[in-house]
């Protein structure tokens, strides 16, 4: 069965420097998600992106962040300058294959951002 | 989105049904209903969805009640795989676009031995 995939699983990085966090949704969606969980809390919308633009962003998408699908598979989430407030798990999903009706997101593994 | 209600924590003995319960007593005739789960900060799974009908699928069966103002999952042999948080969602039937997944706090099942 398709899945979400992300890399990496775990990142840990000084607090000021740059990430990013890469995704590979499943293959004939067209729609592409980031979320965060900040341990111990609900897990959060961050972003959408449809057809190589974003959507939507929550107030936590700030300048800081930005996304990216730099080719036909990979869809990236980069943190420009990251923040002890950044540590969290981030969830990658992907929907809609074309011509579905449903918008049913699927979400990968997770990458465990660790600042220090 | 409408607001659901699900009890904070649930235990069930492995091998019985576990049936989580729902309220979403202020969902709209366009809404549906979404059930995901999420095993100790893995991602979020999907499990199941429907509008008004019963659905029924290799994981788990949806029971919406008639007046759709509840529902309830059910696990019908539980095992030590089925911990997890389950999530009940009410999303709006699409409407050619995609919706954002808002997560609530959700019902922490612990399946016993």
């Known amino acids: 069965e398709p899945e979400v995939t992300q890399t990496p699983s775990h990142q840990v990085t000084q607090m000021g420097q740059e990430v990013i966090l890469r995704c590979v949704p499943i293959?004939?969606?067209?729609?592409f998600y980031w979320y965060r969980q900040i341990l111990g809390q609900k897990v959060e919308f961050l972003v959408s992106f449809y057809n190589n633009e974003i959507s939507e962003k929550s107030e936590i998408f700030d300048d800081q962040f930005s996304v990216e699908r730099p080719d036909g598979s990979n869809f990236t989430l980069k943190i420009r300058s990251t923040k002890l407030e950044d540590s969290a798990m981030y969830f990658c999903?992907?929907?809609?294959?074309?011509?579905?009706?449903?918008?049913?997101?699927?979400f990968g593994p997770g990458t465990r951002l660790t600042v220090l | 989105d409408a607001k659901t209600t699900q009890p904070t924590s649930m235990d069930c003995a492995e091998g019985r049904a576990a049936n989580l319960p729902c309220n979403h007593s202020t969902i709209s005739g366009n809404e549906y209903v979404y059930w995901y789960r999420q095993i100790h900060s893995q991602g979020p799974q999907y499990i199941i969805h429907g509008l008004k009908n019963n659905e029924t699928n290799e994981m788990a069966s949806l029971i919406i009640t008639e007046d759709r103002k509840s529902s309830t999952l059910i696990l019908p042999h539980a095992t030590l795989r089925d911990t997890a948080v389950y999530y009940c969602?009410?999303?709006?039937?699409?409407?050619?676009?995609?919706?954002?997944?808002?997560f609530g706090t959700g019902t922490k099942l612990q399946v016993i031995p």
């Open positions: 969602i009410v999303r709006v039937l699409d409407s050619g676009g995609y919706q954002k997944v808002t």
């Open positions: 293959s004939n969606h067209l729609y």
């Open positions: 999903a992907s929907s809609r294959p074309s011509g579905a009706t449903m918008d049913t997101q699927y």
